[in-house]
T-cell receptor, first 113, second 109 residues
Framework: DAGVTQSPTHLIKTRGQQVTLRCSPK?????VSWYQQALGQGPQFIFQ???????QRGNFPDRFSGHQFPNYSSELNVNALLLGDSALYLC????????????FGPGTRLTVL | GQSLEQPSEVTAVEGAIVQINCTYQ??????LSWYQQHDGGAPTFLSY????GLEETGRFSSFLSRSDSYGYLLLQELQMKDSASYFC??????????FGKGTMLLVSP
């Protein structure tokens, strides 16, 4: 059983560009959350998707948007990239919101130059 | 808003016991989770406390006091592979997590 997978593993962009990150949840999981982890910090919640809708959102600007597909996979889009967007982007899935454990993917390392 | 405080770094030797404390200020508290992360890898779930008291899972135990907004992770019989960052995180009703800044545990021989 594959766990949470993310692509790409690494990405280099320049300021002002746009980026799309992808996530496939663990089999049987329908809830996907995205987190941003800056170097030396804890992961910070961006948003959560359930039933193809954004159910919750953290304190991130509208430049950050997402989507969930019928197969529960998800995308994170970031527009007008800033240097400060450089971070590890983590995707986490769970079977439902009642589940205590979040299963994290290996992340996408985004570098903005 | 929510905030969590935990020590930035803890050092210990193999075979020892170490405790990582976490205090939190939050609204909508549902429970306290602990995650382990090795060098930029995926965070992995260690433990969860929804009620006051101690939860034990092998060498790891976690404690919660809701009245004190305080919890800790206890690691016993430390091994070199336990060197990692440990995060406490407040869980809300939708299972989203607010993480602390993490505690780097260094285990030496």
């Amino acid at each position: 059983d594959a766990g949470v997978t993310q692509s790409p593993t690494h990405l280099i962009k320049t300021r002002g560009q746009q980026v799309t990150l992808r996530c496939s949840p663990k089999s049987g999981h329908d809830t996907v959350s995205w987190y941003q982890q800056a170097l030396g910090q804890g992961p910070q919640f961006i948003f959560q998707y359930y039933e193809e809708e954004e159910r919750q959102r953290g304190n991130f600007p509208d430049r950050f948007s997402g989507h969930q597909f019928p197969n529960y996979s998800s995308e994170l889009n970031v527009n007008a990239l800033l240097l400060g967007d450089s971070a590890l982007y983590l995707c986490a899935s769970s079977p439902d919101s009642a589940y205590n454990e979040q299963f994290f993917g290996p992340g996408t390392r985004l570098t903005v130059l | 808003g929510q905030s969590l405080e935990q020590p930035s770094e803890v050092t210990a030797v193999e075979g020892a016991i170490v405790q990582i404390n976490c205090t939190y200020q939050t609204s909508g508290f549902y429970g306290l989770s602990w995650y382990q992360q090795h060098d930029g890898g995926a965070p992995t779930f260690l433990s969860y406390n929804g009620l006051d008291g101690l939860e034990e899972t092998g060498r790891f135990s976690s404690f919660l006091s809701r009245s004190d907004s305080y919890g800790y992770l206890l690691l016993q019989e430390l091994q070199m592979k336990d060197s990692a960052s440990y995060f406490c995180a407040v869980r809300d009703e939708y299972s989203t997590l607010t993480f602390g800044k993490g505690t780097m545990l260094l285990v030496s021989p």
